[in-house]
């Protein structure tokens, strides 16, 4: 990582996995994909934080380094740029619902990287990006067919 | 419990964040039974819908569908 330019470097996402009161069966699963991710070169875990957000609406974080076991997780934690700061929790955990539990993961995909790098070397900048929610496609999916009902 | 000291400084996050709409809503049962059987084709294929599969898949991945 210390050699790569920053022209180098792929776009970096965060997000945010809330897991509500009663839905919190937490197996290893979930990190185990994690790891997968990171280990195949597709992203590179920057940060990650645990939010807990009581019923009043008092917010905790926590490090990975903070939970009791853990697991594979261990090798990951001892890389982690610690992108966010203490500053962001608030921010965080404001989509948080009281009483869940929320990972917070900052990553870089790094299978977007050499295709950006070519998009800059090329004079191209980005300028809007964003993600699609299934339902919007949902809901253009089912007016086209009413549409075609209709005709 | 407090973070530590690597976490003072500027944060990067800007705003206070806004849930987005959760997507399993879009496949549990709700007003749109025929795309929410069109999306559950999409990902298990093959699926019982076929002709909303072939709509949703078609939407995503192939030119036909742009509409200007």
Do not use: C
């Amino acid at each position: 990582m210390e050699d790569r330019s920053l022209d180098e470097l792929g776009p970096v996402d965060y997000l945010i996995v809330e897991f509500p009161v009663g839905q919190q069966n937490f197996t290893g699963e979930g990190a185990a994909e994690l790891i997968r991710l990171h280990d195949a070169g597709i992203i590179r875990i920057m940060d990650i934080l645990i939010l807990m957000k009581d019923a009043d609406g008092s917010v905790e974080a926590r490090e990975l380094s903070d939970l009791p076991e853990l697991g594979e997780l261990q090798r990951i934690e001892a890389q982690l740029a610690q992108t966010l700061a203490e500053d962001d929790v608030a921010n965080l955990a404001a989509a948080m619902d009281p009483g869940s539990v929320a990972g917070v993961l900052v990553y870089e995909n790094l299978w977007a990287a050499p295709f950006a790098s070519a998009m800059r070397r090329a004079g191209g900048q980005l300028i809007a990006n964003g993600r699609i929610p299934i339902q919007a496609i949902i809901a253009a999916v089912e007016a086209d067919a009413l549409a075609e009902v209709g005709a | 419990m407090p973070l530590g000291p690597g976490r003072r400084g500027v944060g990067v996050i800007g705003a206070p964040v806004a849930k987005a709409a959760v997507v399993g809503a879009a496949i549990s049962p709700g007003p749109s039974p025929v795309a929410k059987a069109a999306v559950v084709g999409a990902a298990v294929s093959p699926g019982p819908s076929p002709i909303a599969k072939a709509a949703v898949v078609g939407a995503v991945v192939t030119p036909g569908r742009r509409r200007f």
